[in-house]
C-alpha cells in the first residue's frame, strides 16, 4: 500500500530483517515489540510485531502501526520515518505516508484459487464457493484501517472486557468512529455495525446485510469504503 494509518495492521518487506531464520516466528500470546532480534519504529514509536517471516529468501514482518503517530492531514501529505533494528544494528530511515484512514479487507484463497474476502455467516461459517451467501443475510466482514473508534483504542490494545447488566465480562464494544459504505455487486449494502474486533490487535468487524436484490455469482465485486468528508478512501477491491 501506499500508505498506512494510526492503529491499522501492515507488512514490512525488506532484506536482513529475519538473517538465520527459515518459516515464520510468531509473537508469544499478544504482540511484542521485539521479536526473533527485530523492532520496529514508527517517528520514534515502537511498533507492536505480530510475526517475522523468512520464507524463500523473502523476509517479512506483520505490525501494527502505534496508534499515538500522528496522521497526516496535509496536502501533499506529510511522512514518518520508519526504522527496523535487528540485533541491535538499524536501518537507514525509510519514509512512509501516515493517514487517518488506509481500509483494508481481510481475503483468503479459496479452493477454486480466486482470492476472496473472509466473511462469517451468523452461524459462525466461512462464506466460501462451497458456503455461499444468500441474498439478505447478514455477514461479517474483518479489516484494518479504520482508524479510531468510541472509546478510544490504544496500540496492542486486545478488546477490554466489561461487566454487562447480568455481571458477565463481556468485549466492550469500541464503535468506528468514520463514516463506512460496504458494497456487494456495486451495490450498497446495510450496514448493521462497525467495531473493533474482540480478541484480535488491529483489527475491526463489520456487520453488514446483502442485499436482497443481490444476483447470484461467485465472484461478485465486494468493496469497503471510509467516507471523510467529501473524500471517499476505498480499500482493496476484493470478491
Do not use: H
Request: with cysteine; proline share 8%; hydrophobic share 50%.
Amino acid at each position: 500500500n501506499q500508505f498506512v494509518s494510526p492503529c491499522s495492521l501492515a507488512i514490512v518487506y525488506g532484506t536482513g530483517l529475519a538473517p538465520g531464520l527459515q518459516g515464520i516466528t510468531s509473537a508469544m500470546i499478544a504482540p511484542q515489540n521485539q521479536v526473533a532480534g527485530l523492532t520496529i519504529q514508527f517517528g520514534g514509536v515502537l511498533a507492536p510485531i505480530l510475526w517475522v517471516a523468512n520464507l524463500n529468501g523473502q523476509e517479512s514482518a506483520s505490525v501494527q502501526v502505534p496508534c499515538d503517530v500522528p496522521a497526516s492531514t496535509a496536502v501533499p501529505p506529510a511522512t514518518v520515518p520508519v526504522v527496523a533494528t535487528v540485533n541491535s544494528v538499524a536501518s537507514p530511515p525509510f519514509a512512509v505516508t501516515v493517514l487517518p484512514f488506509s481500509p483494508g479487507i481481510f481475503q483468503f484463497t479459496d479452493t477454486d484459487g480466486a482470492i476472496r474476502a473472509v466473511l462469517l455467516g451468523q452461524d459462525g461459517s466461512v462464506i466460501s464457493l462451497a458456503n455461499p451467501a444468500r441474498p439478505g443475510e447478514v455477514l461479517r466482514m474483518f479489516a484494518t484501517g479504520l482508524g479510531q473508534t468510541t472509546p478510544g483504542l490504544v496500540t496492542d490494545e486486545f478488546d477490554p472486557l466489561v461487566l454487562d447488566s447480568s455481571d458477565n465480562w463481556v468485549p466492550q464494544d469500541l464503535a468506528v468512529n468514520a463514516g463506512l459504505l460496504v458494497g456487494v455487486d456495486n451495490s450498497g449494502a446495510l450496514i448493521l455495525s462497525a467495531k473493533y474486533a474482540a480478541d484480535m490487535v488491529g483489527v475491526y468487524e463489520v456487520d453488514f446485510q446483502v442485499p436482497a436484490n443481490a444476483v447470484a455469482g461467485n465472484s461478485l465485486p465486494f468493496a469497503l469504503v471510509v467516507v471523510q468528508g467529501t473524500q471517499a478512501i476505498f480499500g482493496n477491491a476484493s470478491l
